[in-house]
């Protein structure tokens, strides 16, 4: 079973626009982790963010931010004012036991 | 630092050749990863090593073997690979297996393999 869906594949904005990539996972403990890596053309995985299952606080860093719902299993990120760096491909992940389960991955581009 | 580093960036090798991919940290993380990502797709989790010992096995066909020679090392040996066997092979470490479901893992950069 999918344990992490990112329904969108691509999603192509403008510079200075505002983009917001979904995901929604699906475990059954009460403790896991989530996490979400960009994975720019050069191909390495960059870790952006950890949030536990106990921690509902959202989060800004810079023109990031991240939206935890428990209650609908999601963990949204939002980038603000994109830029032409922003592009590359966004994995969320769930961590509930040994391994990370990773989303389809949704693929930014933000346009000059 | 947070630097996992991988060699080498790209491969080429026949399917009767034998080579190895190397990873290397020096953040002192006790937990060692191998990722195989085709394009267009998630990492997949192939081998996870815990205080230098194998604890993972995704069912690996066997023309892949992990060795982890000391704690800041892991290398993956490839033989008699197949062309399906092309993708880009990703090391990941992160900081205490024991608790390790917390710890997020690092990833280098990859190796791009292709078997002619």
């Known amino acids: 079973a999918q344990k992490v869906t990112q329904a969108q594949t691509e999603i192509s904005v403008v510079e200075k626009e505002d983009v917001t990539l979904d995901c929604v996972y699906e475990t059954r403990d009460t403790t896991y982790y989530l996490f979400w890596y960009k994975q720019p053309p050069s191909g390495e995985l960059v870790f952006l963010i950890r949030r536990n299952s106990f921690d509902e606080q959202n989060e800004i860093s810079g023109r990031y931010s991240w939206n935890f719902q428990k209650s609908t299993s999601s963990f949204n990120f939002t980038i603000t004012a994109s830029q032409v760096v922003d592009s590359a491909v966004y994995f969320c992940?769930?961590?509930?036991?040994?391994?990370?389960?990773f989303g389809a991955g949704t693929t930014v581009t933000v346009r000059a | 630092d947070t630097e996992v580093t991988q060699t080498p960036k790209h491969l080429v090798m026949g399917m009767t050749n034998k080579k190895s991919l190397k990873c290397e940290q020096h953040?002192?993380?006790?937990?060692m990863y191998w990722y195989k990502q085709k394009a267009k797709k998630p990492p997949e989790l192939m081998f996870v090593y815990s205080y230098e010992k194998l604890s993972i096995n995704e069912s690996v066909p066997s023309r892949f073997s992990p060795e982890c020679p000391n704690s800041s090392l892991l290398n993956l040996h490839l033989h008699a690979l197949q062309p399906e066997d092309s993708a880009l092979y990703l090391c990941a470490s992160s900081q205490d297996p024991g608790q390790g479901v917390r710890h997020e893992q690092y990833f280098g950069p990859g190796t791009r393999l292709t078997v002619t």
């Open positions: 953040m002192g993380h006790r937990a």
């Open positions: 992940a769930l961590r509930d036991d040994y391994k990370l389960s």
